[in-house]
C-alpha cells in the first residue's frame, strides 16, 4: 500500500494541480510537512498519549453543545477552539467494523486496541480467531502508566477495547479482572455491579486505592493506583449530576476523574497512556433525548478543557480527540414561524425552539423512571415540568409516554433523529501535540492503532 502522503501527491499531480494553479502556499498547505512542522513540535516522540473518545458523536452533537455553551456562558465549546487556536491536525475517520458498514462500540474500540477490524460485539478477537496484544499492554510494556476514565461502567465496550480480550462485550464480569491482571494503573468510572467483593478485594491487596465517592476521588493524593467506581450501573447523565443536587454531591464528573486520573499517570517517569471516554453522550442519544446528548457532550467538553492545561505544561504529550461513531442522526432543523407559513421559509423560528431546551431540567431516562407507573395525566404534568413546555391541545393528549413526548417534541424544539441507532457518517478525528503529524485528514479506524504507536515510539 502507498503511503497516505505518497497517495496524496500523487492525486495532486494526476488531477493536475500543479502549484502554478494552486499557489505554492496552497500546496504547501496541503502538505504533510507544512502540518509536522505546525503541531506542536508534532515530529518528535510522545513520551504521553492522551485519547479522548466522545461516544457516539457526530459533528452536528459537536456544534449544538458549542452553541447551548454559548447561550448558557461566555465561551466557547473548546473543542472547536483548539481548531481555531492550535495548530491541531484535523481530519475524518470512517468508522465501519468487520462485519458492517456501522460499528458498534466494541468493534470501533477494538480497532484503536488491536489495528484490525473486527466483528460488531466482540472485544480484540479477530473474526479468525487471533488475539492479538492489545494497546494497553503495549503502552505498559513499554515502562508507561495506563488509565482509563469513562462515565459508562468502567468494564463497557469503549474502555474495554484499549486492553481486553473476550468474546462478547455484555460479558462485564469476565472483562474486569482483566484490568487487575492487565495492570491498569487508573479505573475510573461506574460499574460497581460487575466488581465482586472477591475482585475489589484483590484490587486492594495489590495496592489499588478503592474510591466510591466524588469525596473519595477529590481527597486522594494519588499515591497508589486506584481503582474509582462511582455509581452500580453508568454514572448518572450530566444533566441529572447538574438538577439534582444528591446525585451531582455524590458523583464526580468527567472533568474531575480526568484530572484525578493524570495526577496519579503524570508521576510516573516514563510517560503514560490514558484514555477518556465521554460515553452517555452515546446513551443519551440512542433515546433520542437533546439535552442528555447535548450536556454529556459540554461535559466532555469541560474534560478537554482539563486535558488541555495538563498539556499547556506536558508539551510531550500527543492528544487525540475523536469519536468511535455517531449515534441517533440529531439533527436541529429549520423552524419556521406562522408569519412565514407557506412562503419561503426564513427559519426565524428556529434559536427560539433550540433555546426552549435550555430549560429542560433532567434526562428522560430520569423522567422514565419518576413516571414509571404514572396514569398519563401526570406523566403530562411531569414532562411539563421537566422540560418547561407549554404543550398546545393538540399535543398534550399525546404526551402519555416517553415515546409521545418525543413524537410531539421536534416541533417546540426543531431537534429530530434519523434513528436511535448508530450511523455509518465518518467522524471528526483531532491529533495534537509530538506524532500529530503521522495522522491524516482522512483515515479509517483501523489505522489510528499503529500510528498511535511509532507516535509514541513503541514496537
Ligand atoms: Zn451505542
Request: glycine share 10%.
Given at each position: 500500500?502507498?503511503?497516505?502522503?505518497?497517495?496524496?501527491?500523487?492525486?495532486?499531480?494526476?488531477?493536475?494541480?500543479?502549484?502554478a494553479?494552486?499557489?505554492?502556499?496552497?500546496v504547501?498547505a496541503?502538505?504533510?510537512?507544512?502540518?509536522?512542522?505546525?503541531?506542536?513540535?508534532?515530529?518528535?516522540?510522545?513520551?504521553?498519549?492522551?485519547?479522548?473518545?466522545?461516544?457516539?458523536?457526530?459533528?452536528?452533537?459537536?456544534?449544538?453543545?458549542?452553541?447551548?455553551?454559548?447561550f448558557?456562558?461566555?465561551?466557547?465549546?473548546?473543542?472547536?477552539?483548539?481548531?481555531?487556536?492550535?495548530?491541531?491536525?484535523?481530519?475524518l475517520?470512517?468508522?465501519?467494523?468487520?462485519?458492517?458498514?456501522?460499528?458498534?462500540?466494541?468493534?470501533?474500540?477494538?480497532?484503536?486496541?488491536?489495528?484490525?477490524?473486527?466483528?460488531?460485539g466482540?472485544?480484540n478477537?479477530?473474526?479468525?480467531?487471533?488475539?492479538?496484544?492489545?494497546?494497553?499492554?503495549?503502552?505498559?510494556?513499554?515502562?508507561?502508566?495506563?488509565?482509563?476514565?469513562?462515565?459508562?461502567?468502567?468494564?463497557?465496550?469503549?474502555?474495554?477495547?484499549?486492553?481486553?480480550?473476550?468474546?462478547?462485550?455484555?460479558?462485564?464480569?469476565?472483562?474486569?479482572?482483566?484490568?487487575?491482571?492487565?495492570?491498569?494503573?487508573?479505573?475510573?468510572?461506574?460499574?460497581?455491579?460487575?466488581?465482586?467483593?472477591?475482585?475489589?478485594?484483590?484490587?486492594?491487596?495489590?495496592?489499588?486505592?478503592?474510591?466510591?465517592?466524588?469525596?473519595?476521588?477529590?481527597?486522594?493524593?494519588?499515591?497508589?493506583?486506584?481503582?474509582?467506581?462511582?455509581?452500580?450501573?453508568?454514572?448518572?447523565?450530566?444533566?441529572?449530576?447538574?438538577?439534582?443536587?444528591a446525585?451531582g454531591?455524590?458523583?464526580?464528573?468527567?472533568?474531575?476523574?480526568?484530572?484525578?486520573?493524570?495526577?496519579?499517570?503524570?508521576?510516573?517517569?516514563?510517560?503514560?497512556?490514558?484514555?477518556?471516554?465521554?460515553?452517555?453522550?452515546?446513551?443519551?442519544?440512542?433515546?433520542?433525548?437533546?439535552?442528555?446528548?447535548?450536556?454529556?457532550?459540554?461535559?466532555?467538553?469541560?474534560?478537554?478543557?482539563?486535558?488541555l492545561?495538563?498539556?499547556?505544561?506536558?508539551?510531550?504529550?500527543?492528544?487525540?480527540?475523536?469519536?468511535?461513531?455517531?449515534?441517533?442522526?440529531?439533527?436541529?432543523?429549520?423552524?419556521?414561524?406562522?408569519?412565514?407559513?407557506?412562503?419561503?421559509p426564513?427559519?426565524?423560528?428556529?434559536?427560539?425552539?433550540?433555546?426552549?431546551?435550555?430549560?429542560?431540567?433532567?434526562?428522560?431516562e430520569?423522567?422514565?423512571?419518576?413516571?414509571?407507573?404514572?396514569?398519563?395525566?401526570?406523566?403530562?404534568?411531569?414532562?411539563?415540568?421537566?422540560?418547561?413546555?407549554?404543550f398546545?391541545?393538540a399535543?398534550?393528549?399525546?404526551?402519555?409516554?416517553?415515546?409521545?413526548?418525543?413524537?410531539?417534541?421536534?416541533?417546540?424544539?426543531?431537534?429530530?433523529?434519523?434513528?436511535?441507532?448508530h450511523?455509518?457518517?465518518?467522524?471528526?478525528?483531532?491529533a495534537?501535540?509530538?506524532?500529530?503529524?503521522?495522522?491524516?485528514?482522512?483515515?479509517?479506524?483501523?489505522?489510528?492503532?499503529?500510528?498511535?504507536?511509532?507516535?509514541?515510539?513503541?514496537?
Amino acid at each position: 500500500m502507498p503511503s497516505p502522503r505518497t497517495s496524496r501527491r500523487d492525486f495532486l499531480r494526476l488531477a493536475g494541480l500543479g502549484s502554478a494553479v494552486l499557489g505554492a502556499g496552497a500546496v504547501r498547505a496541503l502538505g504533510a510537512e507544512t502540518r509536522e512542522a505546525s503541531a506542536n513540535g508534532g515530529a518528535g516522540r510522545a513520551k504521553n498519549v492522551i485519547f479522548m473518545v466522545s461516544d457516539g458523536m457526530s459533528v452536528s452533537t459537536l456544534g449544538l453543545a458549542d452553541a447551548w455553551l454559548r447561550f448558557t456562558t461566555d465561551a466557547s465549546a473548546r473543542w472547536p477552539g483548539i481548531y481555531r487556536e492550535l495548530p491541531v491536525v484535523r481530519g475524518l475517520c470512517e468508522t465501519a467494523s468487520a462485519n458492517s458498514m456501522v460499528t458498534d462500540s466494541a468493534a470501533a474500540a477494538s480497532c484503536w486496541g488491536i489495528g484490525e477490524r473486527i466483528t460488531n460485539g466482540v472485544i480484540n478477537i479477530t473474526p479468525d480467531g487471533r488475539r492479538p496484544t492489545t494497546i494497553l499492554q503495549k503502552m505498559k510494556a513499554s515502562g508507561r502508566r495506563t488509565g482509563l476514565v469513562t462515565t459508562a461502567t468502567v468494564t463497557h465496550a469503549t474502555p474495554a477495547g484499549f486492553v481486553a480480550t473476550i468474546e462478547k462485550r455484555s460479558d462485564q464480569k469476565g472483562i474486569a479482572p482483566q484490568y487487575l491482571e492487565r495492570g491498569v494503573d487508573v479505573v475510573l468510572g461506574g460499574g460497581t455491579e460487575f466488581f465482586p467483593d472477591d475482585l475489589t478485594a484483590a484490587f486492594r491487596k495489590a495496592g489499588y486505592a478503592h474510591l466510591k465517592s466524588r469525596q473519595d476521588l477529590l481527597g486522594w493524593k494519588g499515591d497508589s493506583p486506584a481503582l474509582g467506581l462511582f455509581s452500580k450501573s453508568h454514572v448518572p447523565f450530566e444533566v441529572d449530576r447538574r438538577n439534582d443536587p444528591a446525585i451531582g454531591t455524590s458523583t464526580p464528573s468527567l472533568a474531575e476523574m480526568t484530572d484525578a486520573a493524570l495526577r496519579r499517570l503524570s508521576a510516573g517517569p516514563d510517560g503514560f497512556f490514558l484514555m477518556v471516554e465521554g460515553a452517555r453522550i452515546d446513551h443519551a442519544s440512542h433515546g433520542n433525548d437533546p439535552v442528555g446528548t447535548i450536556l454529556d457532550q459540554v461535559a466532555f467538553d469541560a474534560a478537554i478543557g482539563t486535558v488541555l492545561k495538563f498539556v499547556e505544561f506536558h508539551p510531550d504529550t500527543l492528544l487525540i480527540i475523536t469519536a468511535d461513531h455517531s449515534t441517533g442522526g440529531m439533527q436541529l432543523n429549520g423552524v419556521g414561524s406562522e408569519d412565514f407559513a407557506g412562503k419561503a421559509p426564513a427559519y426565524q423560528g428556529t434559536t427560539e425552539a433550540f433555546k426552549r431546551l435550555l430549560k429542560f431540567n433532567r434526562s428522560q431516562e430520569a423522567l422514565g423512571r419518576q413516571t414509571k407507573g404514572l396514569d398519563p395525566k401526570k406523566f403530562l404534568a411531569a414532562t411539563r415540568e421537566a422540560t418547561g413546555l407549554d404543550f398546545s391541545s393538540a399535543d398534550a393528549p399525546k404526551v402519555v409516554s416517553l415515546k409521545g413526548l418525543n413524537e410531539v417534541l421536534p416541533k417546540y424544539v426543531g431537534i429530530s433523529w434519523t434513528s436511535k441507532n448508530h450511523t455509518a457518517e465518518p467522524v471528526e478525528f483531532a491529533a495534537y501535540g509530538p506524532g500529530a503529524s503521522l495522522f491524516p485528514p482522512f483515515l479509517r479506524n483501523d489505522e489510528v492503532h499503529a500510528r498511535v504507536l511509532r507516535a509514541a515510539g513503541v514496537a
